[in-house]
């Protein structure tokens, strides 16, 4: 089991090479922010959960196109830890709207 956190860095560092099927660098930075990010979190640090399910194969193709991750289980790795680091900003953003802080100089 203690090789398993660094087979996982050596994929996501694959996974998320920046020159890998010509995919832009600043995408290929997110895939591995999130899996660094996941991975400080402990989130790779057991692999004690099986999952299965049967998805539309365009919908894979089409996510392993824009991340540059070429396997099943890094894709749904990546997607699953995606959600799992999710901040809400957009709700928070969403739920500021139309609000202005009262002491704010609008004035000058």
């Known amino acids: 089991m203690a090789q398993r956190p ?27 922010a999130v899996i660094e990010h996941a991975r400080r979190e ?14 539309s194969a365009d ?9 540059g991750i070429r396997s099943d289980t890094e894709l749904l ?11 809400n900003f957009a709700e928070a953003f969403a739920a500021m709207r139309g609000t202005v802080d009262p002491k704010l100089d609008l004035e000058t």
Do not use: C, W, Y
Request: no cysteine; aromatic share 4%.
């Open 6 to 32: 660094k087979q996982m860095k050596i994929r996501a560092e694959r996974a998320a090479a920046p020159t890998r099927k010509g995919k832009p660098a600043a995408q290929s930075r997110r895939v591995e």
């Open 42 to 55: 402990g989130l790779f640090r057991d692999k004690d959960h099986r999952i299965a399910g049967r998805v």
């Open 77 to 87: 790795a990546f997607a699953l830890a995606n959600i799992a680091l999710e901040d």
């Open 59 to 67: 919908l894979v193709n089409r996510a392993k196109e824009r991340t």
